[in-house]
């Protein structure tokens, strides 16, 4: 099991940006995909981005595509989600997520073993 810790929301005006972070510990983090997903209120939780174990494959939600990039630090346990030119709509509580998939598995939720706990991201209008 991979215990996941987001840091890194709030509230922020439309147009700014926003770094998330998500912390792992556990097994071994170089091993996992990981990928970010979001919960807005009465909606489903909804794929933003994934990234492959090594760092070089990336895959985004067409929502997000040329605003948000996902990256990770293996040496450091951490996969982060950069959010450019954020809108309201981005509102959401935004997870990370560890799985042993393909980037290619990565937009269903079902697909990842391990959740954080989640970290609020409002933009106002």
């Known amino acids: 099991q991979v215990q996941l810790v987001e840091s890194g929301g709030g509230l922020v005006q439309a147009g700014g940006s926003l770094r998330l972070s998500c912390a792992a510990s556990?097994?071994?983090?170089?091993?996992?995909?990981m990928g970010w997903f979001r919960q807005a209120p009465g909606k489903e939780r909804a794929f933003v981005a994934a990234i492959n174990p090594s760092g070089v494959i990336t895959y985004y939600a067409d929502s997000v595509k040329g605003r948000f990039t996902i990256s990770r630090d293996n040496a450091k346990n951490t996969v982060y989600l950069q959010m450019n030119s954020l809108k309201p709509e981005d509102t959401a509580v935004y997870y990370c997520?560890?799985?042993?998939?393909?980037?290619?598995?990565?937009?269903?939720?079902?697909?990842?073993?391990?959740w954080g706990q989640g970290t609020q991201v409002t933009v106002s209008s």
């Open positions: 556990g097994r071994t983090f170089s091993n996992y995909a």
């Open positions: 997520a560890a799985g042993l998939l393909t980037v290619a598995r990565a937009s269903r939720a079902s697909n990842y073993d391990d």
